[in-house]
């Protein structure tokens, strides 16, 4: 006889998600299935999910009814046959992104380069997603998901499923870090400091060893609160008072910041991210994670002749993840700024709806799947 779960399943566009009965997977070979004890909420999701077909056509969401949620933290249930390293009990953080496994790209280690790039629970980057979407339907708004064993973060004790629900965007940010080169001695400038992927950026530079970071946002109570992080590391700089290349580089001898981060959203002026361009040093990397409202005029000499890299990163590896995983086991990597606010799976729908009480990177909000009514 099946065993069944309780899903939040998405039946239609511009409809509420409902609470669904549907059977518990059984775990192929090489895959695990996971009771899934926390997930993170990607804010404002619903406008998103609504909006994303017509914003992004050639990035096709799941085939409905469909089970979203990006970031799914939990207990490792069962074993397919074929796994090996992964075992029932394992806290787990389960990464979304998904690929076909066999392509160049897959083989080399490069799953986010594989044309049929999908994050699980969320969309496709490939036309051709549905055939990802097929294989593993379930996301993180579910009581129980199977994933392969490719995508399995292990999580330490001292980091709680809240916490592991923010493991999405801090990857994210991990990987632009990662992308720019960034180590001990250097010197960042973070566009859009004070948002989620902005802090995220912040904490992990500071683990990583960064010795200044510059950041500009502009809510200026968040930005305190971000230099109060670690006030002789951390400059702040409100948007709108003035070039942020200017002020990057005055506070740099003239030389600029090694690398900056552009993490402003999608509802930012391009101009923005060209000012915080020229707050580059010679020969620096500039980092996109958030994109910005319109195509980005470039001056294709001034790059060539600077020889600054201007690079698009997208998601995190496994691989990376562990290493985040590692850094909180040891201490490096402090997530106790997070402040949570769960929801149980009943209020879903109000929990992705665009929350008006955010304080910035700072909030954290989680789906328990395993809670289904409020107390």
């Given at each position: ?9 998405l039946?239609a566009?511009?409809?509420?998600m ?11 070979p090489?895959?695990?299935?996971v ?17 994303w077909?017509?914003?992004?056509p ?21 074993v397919?046959e ?13 990464s ?18 594989c ?13 051709d ?10 996301g ?5 998901m199977?994933?392969?064993?490719y ?47 902005g ?24 930005l ?15 948007l ?7 002020w ?17 959203g999608?509802k ?32 294709v000499?001034w790059?060539?002749d ?9 998601w995190?590896?496994?691989?990376q ?22 929801f ?32």
């Amino acid at each position: 006889m099946n065993r069944t779960m309780i899903a939040a399943r998405l039946h239609a566009l511009g409809t509420p998600m409902s609470l669904d009965t549907i059977p518990i997977p059984k775990p192929r070979p090489t895959d695990v299935l996971v009771k899934v004890m926390a997930c993170g909420i990607v804010p404002n999701m619903a406008n998103v999910i609504n909006n994303w077909p017509s914003w992004f056509p050639h990035q096709p969401l799941p085939r409905f009814p469909a089970v979203f949620g990006l970031d799914p933290v939990g207990i490792v249930e069962e074993v397919g046959e074929a796994v090996i390293n992964t075992r029932p009990g394992d806290r787990v953080y389960v990464s979304p992104l998904r690929s076909c496994g066999s392509c160049q790209a897959c083989r080399a280690g490069q799953r986010s380069h594989c044309r049929y790039f999908t994050l699980n629970g969320y969309f496709s980057t490939s036309r051709d997603g549905q055939r990802i979407f097929d294989l593993y339907p379930y996301g993180g708004f579910s009581q129980y998901m199977t994933a392969p064993e490719y995508a399995i973060v292990d999580i330490p004790n001292n980091l709680s499923f809240e916490q592991a629900g923010r493991f999405g965007y801090l990857g994210t940010s991990y990987g632009a870090l990662k992308n720019a080169g960034a180590g001990p001695g250097q010197v960042a400038l973070i566009d859009g400091i004070t948002g989620t992927l902005g802090v995220a950026a912040t904490m992990l530079g500071l683990a990583m060893g960064l010795s200044q970071i510059l950041g500009t946002g502009r809510d200026e109570r968040l930005l305190a609160r971000i230099k109060a992080l670690a006030p002789e590391r951390i400059q702040v700089m409100k948007l709108g008072h003035g070039s942020t290349g200017e002020w990057a580089k005055s506070l740099t001898g003239g030389e600029g910041a090694d690398f900056a981060i552009s993490a402003l959203g999608a509802k930012a002026p391009a101009s923005t991210m060209l000012d915080s361009m020229k707050g580059v040093r010679r020969g620096g990397k500039v980092v996109n994670v958030g994109g910005v409202a319109e195509d980005l005029p470039i001056d294709v000499k001034w790059l060539m002749d600077e020889q600054i890299q201007l690079i698009g990163s997208n998601w995190f590896t496994t691989a990376q993840g562990q290493e985040m995983a590692e850094m909180v086991r040891t201490g490096t990597l402090d997530l106790s700024y997070l402040e949570h606010r769960t929801f149980p799976l009943s209020r879903v729908n109000e929990a992705i709806s665009g929350l008006k009480d955010r304080d910035g990177g700072f909030s954290n909000y989680v789906v328990l799947p395993q809670v289904v009514d409020a107390a």
